[in-house]
């Protein structure tokens, strides 16, 4: 079954807190054999504790699936990109490098690439993902788009990143102050200002 059209999932990196309950409650989901394909990542852990989770952003065209060599990475008709097919994947970690977002993570223990895919056993079928189930600053949500709109008045949705020349667009959203009126999210611009000592905030964009 696809995931229902009216259910997104959204991210909000500002309210991450750092407690890990999605790392834990990932590998508990049926489909990932006890492994979690989700993970935190600080800011900037010399200057602050911020952290934000790294979950799968599903990509409308998917890098890691495009330079696979195997074939082992497909994207489902409701846009989830799945882990790659055991039968299939070579264990080359081609996916790994290309991913724009560096999401994909080779198990090497079972020469396997796996990551995040939205806990599809649960999301097909309305249900949450594991993480957005149990985060308790609601970092990770799992809804509708009204439902996120009353919640984070003050912020709004975004599925388009730029990288250079480069524009991804996703089916994971990504919440953004709404003042600065966002159409994408520079990433290369982010990454630039960081390295020069500038903010270290992603670099939000106005239309």
Do not use: W
Not at 109 to 131: I, T
Request: aromatic residues 4%; hydrophobic residues 35%.
């Amino acid at each position: 079954m696809p995931v229902p059209e009216h259910l997104e999932f959204f991210i909000d990196p500002s309210r991450c807190i750092g407690c890990e309950s999605c790392v834990q409650a990932c590998s508990e989901c049926d489909t990932h054999r006890g492994h979690s394909m989700i993970h935190l990542e600080y800011v900037e852990r010399s200057r602050t504790t911020q952290t934000t989770p790294v979950i799968c952003m599903h990509c409308d065209s998917p890098t890691c699936a495009e330079v696979c060599p195997a074939d082992a990475i497909k994207r489902t008709e409701d846009g989830v990109v799945q882990s790659a097919r055991k039968p299939r994947c070579i264990a080359c970690s081609n996916c790994v490098l290309a991913c724009p977002f560096g999401v994909p993570k080779m198990k090497s223990d079972l020469e396997l690439m796996m990551k995040c895919d939205m806990c599809y056993d649960r999301s097909s079928v309305g249900k949450k993902p594991m993480c957005a189930s149990v985060c308790p600053s609601q970092a990770l949500f799992f809804g509708t788009r009204e439902e996120i709109e009353q919640l984070r008045k003050r912020s709004a949705a975004v599925n388009r990143f730029r990288f250079g020349n480069q524009t991804v667009t996703t089916k994971v959203n990504m919440m953004v102050p709404r003042d600065t009126r966002p159409e994408y999210v520079d990433v290369a611009a982010a990454m630039e200002e960081d390295s020069l000592g500038g903010d270290i905030m992603l670099n939000v964009l106005s239309t």
